[in-house]
């Protein structure tokens, strides 16, 4: 099989208007080794991600897919570089556009999901959740690793000097 025809074979496509008509219900369980573009950005590709998503419509008649993602990965610590377990549990609610221009428009609590022919790759939309809910830099807790930090020495602080107005302060004013 060709990384083509693997990449064809892994595709699962969603038809969200025919969800939300539904108020359908799906649900998927995938290894984390499925998806490829998460390989130089995980200490491993051990781990279990578990998606659900539901379709309804809104009050202005909009396809809403809501998502519920949930995934457990482990990331190098950037400081001691051992594997350190990470939870991602996001919920995202998408609403389908048929064009680019339409995404503009949407509110602030909706994510674009834009169809093609009335259907979208919810593994490639899925992908790019997990790899945005990823941290920049994976640090452990600093009191959970042997490694001391050291920023150089704090300055001295200077002794407090007498503040030059304390002498008025005793005069009373006619």
């Not at 400081?79 to 998408?94: A, C, R």
């Not at 945005?132 to 452990?140: E, F, G």
Request: charged residues 30%.
């Amino acid at each position: 099989m060709t990384e083509t025809e693997q990449k064809i074979s892994t595709s699962i496509y969603i038809q969200p208007k025919k969800l939300a008509t539904k108020q359908g219900q799906l649900r998927y369980h995938w290894d984390i080794a499925e998806f490829t573009r998460l390989d130089g950005l995980l200490y491993n590709d051990q781990g279990k991600i578990e998606l659900v998503l539901n379709g309804r419509f809104d009050d202005r008649q909009r396809c809403l897919v809501d998502a519920h993602i949930k995934a457990k990965v482990q990331l190098q610590c950037q400081t001691t570089f051992e594997p350190i377990d990470y939870e991602i549990d996001t919920q995202i609610i998408y609403c389908s556009v048929i064009k680019e221009e339409q995404i503009e428009t949407l509110e602030e609590d909706y994510e674009a999901l834009l169809l093609e022919d009335g259907q979208v790759d919810i593994r490639r939309v899925i992908e790019d959740e997990l790899i945005l809910s990823l941290p920049i830099v994976a640090n452990k807790a600093s009191g959970d690793t042997s490694v001391k930090f050291s920023y150089g020495e704090l300055p001295q602080q200077k002794p407090q000097q007498k503040n030059p107005f304390a002498a008025l302060k005793d005069l009373k004013l006619h």
